[in-house]
């Protein structure tokens, strides 16, 4: 005779019943780390146990930068036009109109002013979630105006990209935007208002080749890809295989193209010492 018995029937619990895990709670590293979503925004979107960040956009970013969340955002109803009438596998338009509801956002790029440990700073940063975080003409005019608004009010300009380069939909327009943006901050530099550029995960083509890279501090992300092409199309025009690491901020700052890598946890923190030291 079995020492168990089951006095009463099964799970009794019907389907209509059952309740499941919201969806969103956990997050796992690409490492099979799982962490709770509350605790890895507390950590800065960083896992504690592999140190892996995962990918934010400007919401996040803001937060963490901004003292309390606070700031005011600058030319936050741009959106793009189609000069161009382009249709691939959808008519632009739609493409636009689309992703404005999917994401919340009116472009690839969101400008910020407020405070960060006091001081007042102008922080534009890209979202890849908008179209790969493609650079177009709102994204250059708002970076624009965004220096122009540092330039006026002679307060430091921080850059945060992650873009997957120049806006195929806007063409030559997308490309202008290098050439406007980088002249912008020659007018910066002039006026001996410090810029920082955070160079994320992931930053390539046009937006490498102009204001990511001009900073006067060049600052990334542990991990991040940075180049211009990417690394399957340098492999087959070369015909070699790359090193181990090719394009990885940690590649880039051995190679003189950055200045340090910082852990987002310390983001805040170096920020300040960097802006305190300018200051004085």
């Not at 472009?107 to 960060?116: I, P, Q």
Request: net charge neutral; hydrophobic share 40%.
């Amino acid at each position: 005779m079995a020492w168990f018995k089951r006095k009463d029937a099964g799970i009794k619990t019907s389907t209509e019943e059952k309740k499941d895990a919201p969806d969103g709670l956990w997050y796992k590293t690409p490492k099979g780390n799982i962490i709770h979503t509350r605790e890895l925004k507390n950590n800065s979107y960083v896992c504690p146990d592999d140190d892996y960040h995962v990918k934010i956009g400007s919401k996040e970013y803001f937060e963490i930068l901004f003292d309390d969340n606070k700031f005011t955002e600058l030319n936050k109803d741009m959106s793009s036009a189609d000069p161009l009438n382009f249709v691939d596998s959808k008519p632009y338009t739609t493409r636009i109109k689309e992703t404005i509801e999917k994401t919340s956002l009116k472009d690839a790029a969101r400008t910020g002013v407020g405070k960060l440990s006091g001081m007042e700073i102008v922080i534009t940063c890209m979202d890849f979630n908008f179209i790969g975080g493609s650079m177009g003409a709102v994204v250059g005019e708002k970076i624009s105006r965004a220096i122009d608004y540092a330039l006026k009010h002679k307060i430091p300009f921080m850059m945060i990209s992650k873009s997957g380069g120049a806006r195929m939909m806007e063409a030559g327009f997308s490309l202008m935007q290098m050439a406007k943006t980088s002249a912008k901050l020659a007018l910066l530099d002039e006026a001996g208002i410090p810029y920082i550029s955070l160079i994320t995960d992931p930053t390539t083509g046009g937006v490498t080749a102009s204001y990511a890279m001009l900073g006067d501090f060049n600052i990334a992300e542990p991990g991040a890809l940075i180049g211009f092409a990417g690394p399957r199309v340098i492999r087959e025009t070369i015909g070699k295989d790359l090193p181990k690491g090719f394009q990885s901020s940690e590649f880039v700052l051995e190679h003189g193209f950055l200045d340090f890598i910082i852990d987002r946890r310390q983001l805040k923190s170096r920020i300040t010492t960097l802006l305190s030291l300018l200051k004085n």
